[in-house]
């Protein structure tokens, strides 16, 4: 009879998305665990000026609970009642998936994704049913399913939803593992059904897809810590399958090689992606591009500093077809150091070059005329930043113990038809902390510039705030105040006043209670208040 139950609830009450369902686990676990909270938050607000507007006081009550059923179905409620108003959600199984799972046997039904590789299936959602075996040094998967719902014409006015043919899809794929070594073998292919809905008027450009994708990975630990990995896929994509077409096959492939060794280690990787290689088993993917990168880094001091770099190339248009072609060359360099007194410091310094350069289309009708190349578009966009960030303890003391911290950020980006912007941020702080009482008192003074041509903004904001624990840890209170202030050149632009306090008090080990207060200032004629008063109880 219990086992029966299970089943019947496993049907009706899979959740979203749910996890995966051990059902040897099933059995010993709770067959009804309940979980929520309630809570009710009062607000009163006050301003002056245009700074408040609504109503000055507001109240919301929520609710939640949380049912769980055998440890694997999760049946969540939730309620919000206020003066502003009011809300109910209950579970929905109108999408619904469950994942059951005995040994090395899982079963995925219902609304799923899969994930084999980057070039061909990949965390597509689809309604069906998959399986993957997994006996020891082996994973055996299938699946299939409809990857997308058929629309007709007459509704796809609804919502401005395109028409679409229903696709369907079937996949295997076989991995072996052993040691350092997983090679793995896949096929998936998806077609859509001309049958599922009426013909489509031409011009809309919509036809029936059908696709087919092999896939080969392989990946090899070598002698002396060298790592090698290669993905392989080719795809045949037919954009109109009832028409004659030619047997079109694009290819994709990516190899890397890394060094795994105690002090240094560094790693290199080749990418090709052919022009219009496509695969139905993913929503978006990027195709005609080819990117070489080489990284390094260094450990030392017993790991207390670490050094890498790392750089590359990316460039597109591979078979020179395109009215534009794209160069990007990628540099990023960082250091780190952290020593046993919890001294730290981080820099980091990344160059992003972006090189586009689109051909006037008369190049193409008239070719080799030199006068042409006045017309060429060349567009340039250099970014670059920078950022450090560090800390240093102060001597502790018997009652104090203290550290000081600072960052700095710098940002370019230029632009040869628009100007560029330059943008920069410091910071330095100090806090310390009481030893007996816990008591913590903190100070920060932040920058800020922006230039963006021959316009300069800046930005001033200090802050303070000052948090203390009371009734030996089970209420703590917050006192903080910032002001910022914003600058063109030597005009003020605006200014903002802050100030908060907050109580926080735990009642019970279910209970709580918030107190806060809040002042603004935006301008002279404009000031905002703000009180709250909470209450919060567990509920199991």
């Not at 001309?194 to 002698?223: C, H, M, Y």
């Not at 208040?529 to 199991?540: E, R, S």
């Amino acid at each position: 009879m219990r086992a029966k139950l299970i089943l019947l609830l496993l049907q009706l009450l899979a959740i979203k998305y749910g996890r995966s369902q051990d059902l040897e686990q099933v059995v010993k676990s709770k067959w009804l665990v309940a979980r929520g909270n309630v809570g009710l938050i009062q607000m009163l607000n006050r301003g002056t000026g245009d700074a408040m507007q609504g109503s000055s006081f507001n109240y919301v009550f929520t609710g939640n609970l949380n049912l769980t059923l055998f440890g694997v179905v999760d049946a969540p409620f939730q309620m919000l009642y206020s003066n502003l108003g009011n809300a109910y959600t209950q579970p929905t199984f109108n999408q619904t998936a469950f994942h059951p799972k005995y040994k090395w046997v899982q079963v995925h039904v219902g609304r799923i994704a899969q994930s084999w590789s980057p070039y061909s299936l990949n965390g597509h959602v689809f309604q069906g049913a998959a399986i993957d075996l997994t006996p020891g040094k082996w994973t055996i998967s299938a699946l299939y399913g409809r990857f997308q719902k058929a629309i007709p014409l007459p509704d796809s006015s609804f919502g401005n939803m395109r028409p679409a043919y229903k696709r369907l899809g079937m996949g295997v794929r076989s991995a072996y593992q052993n040691r350092g070594s997983r090679l793995q073998l896949l096929y998936f292919h998806a077609q859509d059904d001309t049958g599922s809905i009426e013909a489509l008027p031409f011009e809309l450009g919509i036809t029936p897809k059908s696709n087919d994708v092999f896939g080969v990975q392989w990946n090899q630990v070598l002698r002396r810590k060298w790592q090698l990995g290669l993905d392989i896929s080719q795809s045949r994509m037919m954009n109109d399958y009832r028409t004659p077409q030619i047997n079109a096959l694009h290819h994709a492939f990516k190899a890397s090689l890394v060094h795994q060794g105690n002090v240094v280690q560094w790693n290199t990787a080749y990418e090709r992606v052919d022009p219009d290689y496509q695969t139905l088993g993913a929503y978006y993917f990027n195709n005609d591009l080819e990117n070489m990168t080489v990284g390094a880094s260094l450990r030392g001091m017993k790991g207390k500093l670490q050094l890498s770099a790392q750089g590359g190339i990316q460039r597109d248009n591979l078979k020179m077809n395109k009215t534009a072609s794209m160069l990007r060359n990628v540099y990023q360099a960082q250091l780190q150091y952290a020593s046993a007194k919890r001294s730290m410091l981080s820099v980091m310094y990344s160059n992003f070059t972006s090189y586009t350069n689109a051909r006037s289309f008369l190049d193409v009708v008239q070719p080799g005329n030199p006068m042409l190349a006045w017309d060429t578009l060349n567009f340039r966009q250099i970014s670059q930043s920078a950022n450090m960030q560090w800390s240093i303890p102060l001597q502790k003391s018997k009652q104090w113990e203290s550290v000081v911290t600072g960052s700095a950020l710098w940002q370019r980006e230029t632009a040869s038809l628009q100007g560029g912007s330059d943008f920069y941020n410091t910071a330095l702080g100090f806090s310390g902390k009481h030893r007996k009482s816990g008591a913590t008192v903190s100070f920060s003074y932040n920058t800020g510039k922006n230039t963006i041509n021959e316009i300069v903004i800046t930005n001033h904001c200090p802050v303070i705030a000052v948090n203390m624990a009371w009734a030996k840890g089970k209420a703590r209170s917050t006192i903080s105040v910032s002001q910022n202030r914003a600058y063109q050149g030597n005009n003020l632009l605006r200014e903002t006043t802050f100030g908060r306090g907050q109580l926080s008090w735990a009642v019970s080990k279910r209970q709580s209670l918030q107190c806060s207060i809040q002042y603004q200032q935006l301008s002279p004629s404009r000031t905002v208040f703000q009180g709250m008063l909470g209450y919060q109880a567990v509920l199991q």
